[in-house]
């Protein structure tokens, strides 16, 4: 699996220290700011280090880095290097499926036994009939994490010590979650499960007749541009991977999840849950392209679906709604449209203020990192449109 360095956004130049001005912006933004900007997080958070990734107005890219990739080396942390995005991966899952709406083969409201149904753990899904793809995409569907029960921690420490590079697949996984039984009647409730999006993976996969991978790649990375610093990651050994490090121990992983290039935990046990390797100016220019409704020649409003109902996140003073694949502040202040992301043991916020048309990315190589990822996202995309 390689990152393919030819192929790197013409936004990403900055990681060489050029100028970038957006279009129609009257101010400059330049990599040497953001990194004066971040410094000091690190430290202040006890996180050895952090990408950031800036969209600017017109789609250009600024980026920075700032502590270290690894502890032990004392190897300093570069824009380019690369870190799992965790859930800011079903963004791209939910793009896969709009494009599927888009093309007429994809309908939300249908029954998930559609594509489902020859699933060997199907008979056993609690109200299988009224789960639909739209209460998937939205965390409505009532199916429980399965990466919470308690059969999951035990079965992925066995794996990570006898045989780390065999992932837990949907065979495995979605038998917990469905043996486990619903939280609630599909559409009665919101829960957040990456359960959910597993099944939309599969989904995805009835439908294109390949693998999720190659789908999303030739239908949505590709035509955007995004093959030099996105990638589905399907094997642990990743170039140019961060080190990253866990404060408390969880599924069996070790303090230090990823070292020398190598992820501890299979990425496609996650799969669609997340599953992308990103480099943060890459996933700030996703953002930019997605939130804004660039990515997608007339896409699904994705946006619109959380204004008409959908899960509310719980969150002090502020009015937080889950859409598809994307949180959404509509209250108090400006529009924020985002999802927050983490895979053992990195932490990702992605966010885009329509207000600014600015789409931040920020990547950390602890978890827990900073307490407050929308805060400081935020914060960092007002002081830039106002430089």
Known sequence: MRINRRNVLAGSAAMSGLLLTGCG???RVTSNWLTQRIAG?????????????????????????????DLETGEAMRPDHVMQAGST????????????VLSGDLDLD???????????????LAHRDAITPRLLLTHRSGLVEYLGQPEFTPLHAARIATDPDRPIRTDESLPI??????????GEGFSYADTNYLLIGLIIEAISGRTYEAQVTSRILEPNGLTGGIL????RAIPDLASSYLAQPIFGLPEKCSENGVLAMHPLTEWTGGGM?????????????????RALSGAYDMIAEAERGSGVIEADGADWRYGMACEIRLSPGPRLIGHRGWFPAFQSVLAYKPSLDMAVALQFNRVPSVPDMYGLAESILDEAAAL
């Not at 953002?287 to 804004?292: C, V």
């Open 41 to 69: 997080i690190p430290e202040a958070h006890n996180i050895p280090g952090m990408t950031a990734g800036i969209a600017l107005p017109g789609g250009n890219v600024v980026t920075a880095a700032t502590g270290l990739a």
């Open 25 to 27: 912006m009257n101010h």
């Open 177 to 186: 979650a469905v043996a486990a039984g619903p939280l609630f009647a599909p």
């Open 277 to 293: 390797a990103t480099r943060a100016g890459d996933l700030a220019r996703w953002g930019w392209l997605w939130f804004g409704g």
């Open 89 to 100: 991966g079903k963004t791209f899952v939910a793009a896969s499926a709009t494009d599927l």
């Open 110 to 124: 249908a029954p998930i036994g559609t594509w489902l149904a020859d699933a060997p753990w199907f008979d056993d």
């Open 232 to 235: 589905p990651a399907t094997q």
